[in-house]
């Protein structure tokens, strides 16, 4: 299956200058990039889309240069955005950059000899280029007539109350200059990017054509949202990071496990590099089984490999299993799995003296730790066998907890019902 049939079959299609023409092309290897501007130091999962497709160029034999905008990310680009973007300084998009990196290394390869993926920074060849030299030999080449029919350009325009400012409206010469420059010192050939950047591609192959004779090519990848309309990569609580300080690696996890049903094998196709086959045969199981939930399964635990690392995954598989009633065993677990657990439910501290000799009943504790309004209430749940200690039902409303029930010497686990957690830590 080559490339093109590759990305139509996984819906990753949006539009291609000339099809045919580009797929003759691969038949052989070639350069090709993508760009991000850096105006966080975090890549999120809205970004994987198009840097995937790069690692799936690269699989094939395929040159990779992702592209950080230092120059393009101090403007903002206009496209899909319903305002202005703030301006950030040289220093944080340095810094955004340099963090930026880590991530993508887990999605390109940069160590290979034979196709290693590039890391540039397009402020390294706009740098040392005077206003009127950029007027003179770029802005020359760009009619403000096709410029204002761009469709990022048109829908800012028509927006009466924000507008456009003339510094976004420079965007689009920015990243055509890209092209053109990659082109002439990589010998770089085609652009790939979401499909809101259809219009700032075109004008790089066109400005190619125009200072170089080059005939370049452009490919877009749609952008994602989910089947209920909502945006992907957006939940109650912001932005799916893949930074693990800004998005913990269980939240990373658990985002993918509460994929839609009628989005999982889109984002399979999408996201992950299992083959057709395999994509096919869970299509199957999940339409024998939806309860399951197999399919969703699969994708949280190769996307969060992919990103965060196998044991990484595998501790977040596990929290995930004690938090939804599995009868994990956690008091022979790793700490790493409880550690997974910490901030996701509410915790409350308690006196670790309170835990000491006869220790203190679960009555109280119930009540301290707020699953339970009153000592009343929490001996008829506990009678009820709604009650778990560290994942072990309890139905004795006599018991008491004591030093001897924290894992790992800190910590008990309180669930009262199905999804009632709190974690309580004795200081």
């Known amino acids: 299956m080559s490339i093109i049939d590759e990305l139509t079959w996984r819906g990753l299609v949006a539009n291609c200058t000339d099809t045919a023409e580009l797929s003759k092309r691969l038949a052989t290897p070639l350069t090709l990039y993508c760009g991000f501007d850096p105006t966080a ?3 999120h999962v809205g970004n994987l889309v198009p840097l995937l497709a790069l690692r799936r160029f690269q699989l094939l034999g395929h040159h990779p240069i992702a592209v950080a905008g230092g120059a393009t990310g101090s403007i903002g680009d206009p496209s899909g ?8 300084t040289k220093e944080i998009l340095d810094h955004n950059i340099a963090s930026v990196k880590v991530q ?3 999605l390109l390869d940069f160590e290979t000899k034979q196709n290693p993926a590039r890391l540039v920074d397009n402020a390294s060849w706009t740098a040392g280029i005077s206003f009127l030299d950029f007027l003179r030999d770029i802005g020359k080449h760009f009619s403000v007539n096709q410029m204002v029919a761009k469709e990022s350009v048109r829908a800012r325009m028509e927006d009466r109350e924000v507008g456009i400012s003339y510094t976004e409206f420079s ?4 990243q055509a200059f890209d092209f053109m420059v990659l082109c002439r010192d990589t010998n770089c050939e085609l652009q790939i990017g979401g499909s809101d950047q259809w219009g700032n591609i075109t004008a790089g192959i066109d400005l190619t054509r125009k200072k170089l004779g080059q005939h370049v090519f452009g490919l877009t990848l749609p952008l994602i949202t989910n089947t209920d309309g909502s945006k992907f990569g957006k939940t109650a609580a912001g932005a799916i990071w893949l930074d693990p300080k800004r998005t913990s690696v269980y939240k990373f996890y658990q985002f993918w496990i509460n994929t ?4 999982v094998i889109r984002y399979l196709k999408y996201f992950t590099f299992l083959a057709k086959e395999e994509i096919d045969q869970l299509e199957i199981r999940h339409a024998e089984n939806p309860n399951a939930r197999i399919p969703h399964k699969k994708l949280a635990r190769e996307m969060t490999t992919s990103i965060h690392g196998e044991v990484e995954m595998l501790n977040a598989h596990a929290a995930s299993n004690v938090l939804f009633g599995e009868n994990i065993d956690l008091v022979n677990s790793k700490d790493n799995i409880f550690n ?6 509410p915790t409350k501290e308690i006196e670790r003296a309170k835990l000491e000799g006869a220790g203190l009943p679960l009555v109280e504790l119930l009540v301290l730790a707020g699953l339970c309004p009153s000592k009343g209430q929490a001996r008829k749940d506990i009678e009820g066998g709604g009650v778990n ?3 072990v039902r309890e139905t004795s409303a006599a018991r008491a907890v004591t030093s001897a029930d924290l894992l790992f010497g800190k910590h008990i ?3 009262k019902g199905k999804k009632n957690y709190v974690v309580v830590t004795a200081k």
């Open 41 to 43: 130091d975090s890549l």
């Open 81 to 88: 955005k319903t305002a202005e973007r703030q301006l950030l």
């Open 104 to 106: 993508l290394a887990k």
């Open 171 to 174: 965007y689009m010469l920015l």
């Open 260 to 263: 839609d049903d009628r989005d």
């Open 340 to 345: 997974c657990i910490i901030g996701e439910v």
């Open 389 to 391: 200690i560290n994942n």
């Open 413 to 415: 686990l309180l669930r």
